[in-house]
Structures are given as C-alpha cells and as structure tokens.
C-alpha cells in the first residue's frame, strides 16, 4: 500500500472523481464525508473561536484539519495583508488535505477491486466457494462503493477550497503585489493550480531564503512531488523542513505517504502520531500501516525461526 500511496501522490494535483459519471454538490459532499466519519466513529469536533493570531498559526502550524473552519471564521471580514494571505493559506491546506485524503480512499477503493476480482474468479472458476468467501465478496464489494464515494466527495470539497483559496490568492496580489507574504501564498496558489512558470516567478524572489525556511522547503517537495514525482527529492525536502521546524505537521503527515517500504512508513507514521494523534492520516492511514508493518515483522520472525 505505501508505494501504490506515494505513487499517486505523485500524481498531478487534482482528485479526479471516479468514473461513474456522477455529480455531487459541495453540501452533498460534505454530508458524505460526515456519514464516512460516523461510520468510523469519529466524533465531529464542536465550533470552537480562535481567540488570538497565535491560536490561528498554532492551527496552521499543526495542521489542525479539523479545526480549519474555526481559523477561516476567525478571518472573515478582516483585511489586511497578513489577514488575506493567511486566509488564502488556509483555504489552500484544506484543499490539500482533502486531497490527500482522496488519494488513499482511491488506492483504497483499487485494493478492494482487486480482491473483488479475485473471489469473483474463485466464484466463476467452480472452486468450492464457502460463505465466509461469499461474505468477503459482499464486504469487499461494499469497500469498492463506499471508497468510490468517499473519493468523489473529498475531490469535490479540494476543489471547493482551491477555489476559495485561488479566489483570496487572486485579492492579496491585487492588493499587496510587492509584499513577501504575497509572494508566498502565490506561490502556494500557482503550485496547487499546476502554473509552474508563475510559481517559478514567486520562488525567484525566495532564492536566498528558501533553503532556511521550513515553509518553503515543503512547496519544493509538493513541487518535487507533483511537477516531477521524485519521491526521493521529496522526501530530503520534507526532512529539511522538520530540521528547521520540527512542529511541521503537514510535512511529517506527507512523509508517512511516501516511503517505499513498510518499515519506513511505519516509523514515520509513529513519529506523526506522537506529533498530532488525531491527524486524517493517523485516523485513516494509520490502521492499515501498523496492520501491514505487524505482518510484515511475522514474516520476519517466521524466516528467521526458519534459518539453520
């Protein structure tokens, strides 16, 4: 699962929706994607105000997903440079995330086909086919539907906020053109959005600066990532980020989806919950991780009781 994961974070940067040909509403999504949570009992986290800018960066720092909506009200109506720019930031994280998360259900959902592929063969080929069998078929079936529109949902909502953050990008260029925190929203704003030669624009201005600056260092791996997919080079610059800001969330979160092996995400993984437990990833990924590393270390075990 790790490979197949860094594999399409790799990917060119938007979540496509399954090809089903079906719609689905902003409002339709996020009453998806609440079912989804229920279902895994995860509890919805009641509004909460920030209270003062520290709060607000202290979120955006943790990568806090869930408390996002509380960080995009405190912003409202207030101008600014560093209120816009934060605010395009904001909605520019929400959007990656939802990404993200779209990507695992998809490798998620493609795991499930396989498997349903498999039991169907078994059922076709006239094999004893046991009802523990015709219930892994139903269950694995049901991961197909519900992964496929968990995917659907979660590109519809990155796309919502892509939109919401480019919209705000848009007014912080128009109004604050020369300001360094302009540039770097913009830069943040053309990467989501693929116009590399603008992006390259902004990250000039930052070419004396940026190999000191944790923040910067994480556009380069989402750029190493989405221009070039180079795991590898990706995986340096995330490292580099954490040295210079060991509290980067999102990038500890992006260095457990690009490992190569499962010993690799499973120490990354340790290392993000220790950091914010209650992370998407952690709640999502995490699960299949441990089960896999656990399975992998009984392999292990097995082959060297098995050695002379």
Avoid at 5 to 34: H, K, N, Q
Wanted: proline share 3%; net charge negative; hydrophobic share 40%.
């Amino acid at each position: 699962m790790c490979v197949a994961v860094s594999v399409v974070l790799g990917c060119a940067g938007e979540a496509r929706s399954p090809a089903t040909g079906a719609t689905m509403t902003a409002g339709e999504a996020r009453d998806v994607v609440a079912e989804l949570q229920a279902q895994r009992g995860v509890k919805p986290r009641p509004p909460q105000a920030v209270a003062s800018a520290e709060e607000l960066i202290d979120i955006v720092a943790r990568d806090d997903v869930d408390r996002f909506e509380d960080a995009a009200r405190y912003l409202e109506g207030k101008g600014g440079v560093d209120a816009i720019t934060m605010s395009a930031t904001v909605e520019l994280l929400w959007s990656d995330a939802f990404l993200t998360v779209g990507l695992v259900a998809r490798e998620l959902g493609r795991r499930a086909e396989v498997e349903v592929s498999r039991l169907q063969t078994k059922q076709d080929s006239g094999r004893e086919f046991t009802s523990d069998d015709k219930q892994r078929l139903e269950q694995a079936t049901r991961r197909v539907e519900v992964n496929a529109k968990a995917e659907m949902a979660l590109g519809v909502l990155s796309r919502e906020h892509l939109a919401s953050g480019s919209e705000v990008a848009r007014e912080a260029l128009r109004q604050f053109p020369g300001d360094e925190r302009t540039y770097r929203v913009a830069a943040f704003y053309y990467l989501s959005t693929g116009t590399w030669g603008r992006y390259d624009d902004c990250m000039a201005f930052f070419k004396d600066v940026e190999h000191d600056d944790a923040g910067l260092l994480f556009l380069r791996a989402l750029e190493a990532l989405r221009r070039r997919s180079s795991r590898d080079e990706a995986r340096g610059l995330l490292t580099q980020a954490l040295t210079k800001n060991p509290r980067l969330v999102r990038a500890q979160a992006k260095l457990v989806l690009i490992q190569e092996d499962i010993d690799a995400s499973y120490a990354e993984l340790m290392r993000l919950e220790a950091m914010a437990p209650g992370h998407p990833v952690v709640r999502i990924t995490g699960p299949l991780i441990k089960s896999e590393y656990e399975l992998s270390q009984s392999f292990e075990r097995a082959r060297g009781s098995a050695s002379p």
